[in-house]
Nanobody, 116 residues
Framework: QAQLVESGGGLVQPGGSLRLSCAAS????????MGWYRQAPGKQRELVAT???????RHADSVQGRFTISRDNAKNTVYLQMNSLKPEDTAVYYC??????????WGQGTQVTVSS
């Protein structure tokens, strides 16, 4: 069964960096738009960044210039490089795979905590 598995979360000090990875099982994901979302306690899940199958990226204004999404189709993996982290970036980060006409996939989430 196709699935997404995130890794790379953890505790980091403000100003630090983390790289999240999302490993997708199945080559079909290279046809999907992949994305990262996050959900902080008491808040709705929000879009962080997406990357299409052609490599076109979009980042939320709140992370523009600090976060970078990328993908390696040969490894069926999507990354989120997070630099200059702020306490307000603290959330559970979820990987998503989306394709028009198909049901979306979600990972189980990975916790990112930015605190001194």
């Amino acid at each position: 069964q196709a699935q997404l598995v995130e890794s790379g979360g953890g505790l980091v000090q403000p100003g630090g960096s983390l790289r999240l990875s999302c490993a997708a099982s199945g080559n079909m994901f290279r046809l999907y738009t992949m994305g990262w979302y996050r959900q902080a306690p008491g808040k709705q899940r929000e879009l962080v960044a997406t990357i299409t199958s052609a490599g076109r990226t979009r980042h939320a204004d709140s992370v523009q210039g600090r976060f970078t999404i990328s993908r390696d189709n040969a490894k069926n993996t999507v990354y989120l490089q997070m630099n200059s982290l702020k306490p307000e970036d603290t959330a559970v980060y979820y990987c998503n795979a989306d394709r028009l006409g198909f049901a979306p996939y979600w990972g189980q989430g990975t916790q990112v905590t930015v605190s001194s």
